[in-house]
């Protein structure tokens, strides 16, 4: 039983929803009317409410902006033919977020405000979730440290809130990767496998570089050999060599563990491939790429679920693949997408009733 929070809730006057074209939905930059907000203060999380999406204000002195104490998380609810709405696994995300505060000395948020929190959100914006094949509702949770203090510490005070952006399908067309050897994402003993903003800003210009020579994307490697594939920018990387399907493994803790990589690894077990879960070297990529055995990479994530690999460029080597025949990935894909919109059984508990 979950302990109750009182969520004071202040409902919009007007209703934004009308002014939206739910047929141009660009990723995450239409948000529904409300958002749920929470504070941490003196030990203790306070003043949960749900009022109208608005502005923040925020000192010129917050920690977080100078400190970078910020975290967050990416889920999705989608919509039945019935009309039912469901969010996608978020007890694995509401576990991964806390995982993400401790690395980042904040404090863990309650059960009862993340994911109550959520659904009863979720719940007063239902409208907003899109009830059309491929569309969804993506919510994004996130906290960062609210002290008015520069001195560098650890934030005695905290805000946790939840915004809800309705998105359209995922258009990516196959992606070019560029395989980076010399700038790095993680390493080892640091946060890598934490949600935290850093990270991002971090990646940014390696990312841009690759921009400049005609890549979508840019496949990191480990930190201390360069030698071993890690994650490809904000999804975790598969492939697919003869009938075994590789990916990185988590132990080192330089990669995010990603809900939508655990939910293909469990897919494609029940689809009849052996996973190996372990360190995977460019080398041995190469190699299967020059045997003629490397037959498909794809990506995953919340925002893409499996995001196709058409091409991976290591120093002067460049690899392209055969994506007129993507028969795992497009399966994998499928299963996964039945599963959210309620045409396949749930087996495994993954659809969370709002
Ligand atoms: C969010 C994220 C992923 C994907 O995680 P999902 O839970 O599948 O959305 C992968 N890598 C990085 C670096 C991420 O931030």
Redesign the pocket.
Known sequence: MLATIDIKVTRAANSKLKEIDFDNLPFGKNFTDHMLEADYINGEWKNVEIKPYQPLLIAPSNAALHYGQAIF???KAYKDDQDNAYIFRPY??FK?FNISAERMQMPVVPEEIFIEGMRKLIEMDRDWIPAKPNYSLYIRPFMYASDEVIGVKASDTYKFIIILSPTGPYYAAPMRIWVEEKYI?AAEGGV?YA?AAG??GGAMYVTAQAKKNGFDQVLWMDAKEHKYVQ??????VFFIVGDKVLTPDLTAGT?????????VITVLKEMGFTIEERPVSIDEIIAAHKAGTLKEVFG????ATVATIKEMQYKDYNMQFDISNLATTTEVKKRVDDIRYGHAADVHGWMYRV
């Open positions: 998380e990416g889920i694995d995300n991964r994402r890598g949600k990270n991002y994650e490809c920018g904000v999804m975790n990669i995010l563990a990603g809900v939508t990589r655990d939910t995953t994530g919340t925002a």
